[in-house]
């Protein structure tokens, strides 16, 4: 058994990384008794990092995360990065990135550009995880060629996402 814990910083409510992390929740308790523990940043109330920083909602996140053994980061493409409400949760990460060690990491990135183009926010997303310890980014699916909300489904990222999540045993 796994414990998984998807973040999804899209702001957009069934938007196309909303779409893929449901789908992602779905293929890991298919074939395993995982348990998945799911947060949409949009819905939760943390501030940016700061040099005096109190408590927030973000350090359950950070709890959770340290308590994972898979974690899955959903980012649509903003001007070829990731999105502000993801950028701050790794940024908040900061006086916790040093016992997150021993997970494996899946990316999922949603654009209206193509695979090739989108690239360098998955580069960014790395930046995070190579600072950490013992720990793998397993897979990254691109949600590529999707604007309107919904566009993923006609796309070979929606199966995907739901095959990756169910090989985790
Ligand atoms: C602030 C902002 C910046 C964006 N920057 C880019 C970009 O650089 N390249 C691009 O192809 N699309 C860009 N987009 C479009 C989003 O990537 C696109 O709408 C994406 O499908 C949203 O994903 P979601 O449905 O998962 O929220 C941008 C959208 C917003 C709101």
Excluded at 17 to 25: A, K, P, T
């Amino acid at each position: 058994m796994k414990k998984i814990v998807i973040v999804n910083s899209s702001p957009r409510k069934n938007g196309n990384c909303d779409i893929l992390c449901s789908e992602f929740g779905r293929g890991a308790v298919m074939n395993a008794d995982n348990e998945v523990v799911r947060f949409n940043l949009n819905d939760v109330d943390f501030d940016f990092y700061r040099e005096d920083q109190t408590e927030d909602e973000f350090d359950n996140i950070a709890h959770q995360m340290m308590d994972a053994n898979v974690i899955v980061l959903a980012t649509p493409v903003y001007f070829y990065s990731m999105s502000g409400q993801m950028k701050t949760l790794i940024d908040r990460m900061m006086p916790y990135f040093s016992q997150i060690s021993n997970k494996d990491f899946y990316f999922i990135l949603t654009a209206p550009i193509n695979k090739k183009e989108m690239e360098p926010t998955a580069e960014s997303l790395t930046g995070f995880t190579d600072c950490l310890n013992d720990c793998n980014v397993v897979h990254i699916t691109y949600g590529a060629n999707v604007s309107q909300k919904g566009d993923i489904i006609n796309k070979p990222a929606y199966k995907e996402v739901f095959d990756i999540a169910s090989r985790i045993l």
